[in-house]
């Protein structure tokens, strides 16, 4: 039974050092050899056999690098090639889909918005296959050597076997083998993850919670959810990763939620939810800045700046109630930072203060008083979350052996 489990055991071990050494020239170099052994905590001749390997792929590249101080002839050091390689991203939404083209490094080559009704003839699936190829022709002149495909979506989704189970607005779906698929037709490594939890990677990786180990974003959008890091590693990267704080009761004579419960926090602070507490508000108030003009997230933070009473209350109801959700999770995870993506950072001078003290009011001291409540870097829109992705896959080792494999 030992004997034949360990070339499987020996090959995960070869994935794991591989991915180690990758992400370690990534991040620091030009680094040279030695440094890289020491960095790694691998032997010389293993970083060697790694190395080599790397620079025959065309996945590393050396270079010059002059020691600090050092008037000697130069170093030899070492430094990740991205411009070569390409991915596509993809951004699946409520009407839009997102497709962009990303080196290595994760810069964006080209990207591109198309509509996507959520009601069509052609299956959803098909549409999809289509644009990529349409996608893949028009942009053929700047495509060098696709490695992957990374998808981010809402719903219910099998990460590690690529099945959307359900999805919001394409009520279609339902199981869709959608990582099979992409891979059996395009025939590349197909990556699939909830646009939130992928949104929180990207952040983790390039933007700005980039260095810290524990922490919580929270997406208050058209829904509402959170993605978690904890030990720098997304919680539950391999199955259901989306922590559904928007389906977490706040008031249970409340509104009825899609899921079948009341009150839920994604019955109060979704953007939906939000315009229509407005609209019923401002039927009741004849002096709001907010009359005689269209109801949107931004003429709703925009008159809240201000000094609007409706429009902050409003703002800072949202703030109250998600404030209490994230005092819990605090307690549970003691995070470094809490980042917010929203359409409401708009009016972050009202939000984030409202979050802020609801979390030192009702969350352990030691645990929440040295917390930053700050802005997510980039938003929901594009497909910088789905480069995420591809960099961790690079990172753990799965694509990268896969690319020097051939």
Not at 90 to 108: M, N, Q, T, Y
Not at 210 to 230: L, P, T, Y
Request: proline letters at 4%.
């Amino acid at each position: 039974m030992g004997s034949e489990s360990q070339p499987g055991h020996i090959d995960q071990i070869k994935q794991m050092n591989a991915g180690a050494v990758y992400r370690l020239i990534d991040r620091h170099g030009p680094v040279s050899r030695i440094d890289l052994s020491r960095l790694a905590q691998l032997a010389p001749a293993s970083i060697t056999k790694i190395v080599r390997e790397l620079l025959e792929a065309h996945l590393v590249q050396e270079t010059e690098i002059q020691e600090p101080g050092s008037r000697g002839r130069p170093a030899i050091g070492l430094k990740v090639e991205t411009e070569a390689w390409h991915y596509l991203a993809v951004r699946i939404s409520r009407g839009e889909l997102a497709l962009g083209l990303h080196d290595l490094s994760g810069k964006v080559v080209v990207e591109e918005q198309l509509p996507l009704a959520p009601e069509a003839e052609e299956a959803l699936s098909l549409r999809l296959c289509t644009e990529i190829d349409r996608f893949f022709t028009r942009h053929q002149h700047q495509l060098e050597r696709l490695t992957a495909i990374a998808i981010t979506l809402p719903g219910i989704i099998d990460t590690a076997n690529g099945i959307v189970r359900r999805m919001p607005f394409y009520e279609e779906v339902r199981d869709l083998p959608l990582g099979e698929l992409l891979e059996q037709r395009i025939g590349v490594p197909v990556y699939i993850q909830h646009d939130i939890s992928a949104w929180t990677m990207a952040e983790s990786l390039f933007g700005a919670s980039k260095g810290a180990r524990d922490v919580i974003q929270v997406v208050i959008d058209h829904n509402v959810g959170a993605g978690v890091i904890s030990d720098g590693r997304l919680l539950h990267g391999g199955s259901s990763s989306l922590v559904e704080i928007g389906h977490t009761q706040v008031d249970p004579y409340g509104k009825r939620c899609y899921c079948g419960n009341h009150g839920c926090l994604e019955t109060i602070a979704s953007v939906e939810s939000i315009l229509e507490l407005a609209r019923q508000r401002l039927a009741q108030s004849g002096s709001s800045l907010l009359n005689g003009r269209a109801l949107t997230i931004a003429s709703l933070c925009e008159a809240a700046q201000a000094g609007d009473p409706l429009a902050r209350d409003i703002i800072q109801g949202v703030g109250l109630n998600v404030g209490r959700i994230l005092a819990i999770m605090v307690n549970l995870l003691n995070p470094q930072k809490i980042l917010i993506g929203s359409p409401l950072n708009q009016a972050t001078e009202i939000l984030y203060p409202t979050i802020s003290d609801c979390i030192r009011r009702q969350a352990l001291p030691a645990y929440s008083q040295h917390i930053d409540v700050i802005s997510t870097c980039f938003d929901n829109q594009g497909t910088m979350a789905g480069a995420a992705l591809v960099k961790d896959a690079m990172y753990n080792g799965s694509l990268l052996i896969r690319l020097l494999q051939g």
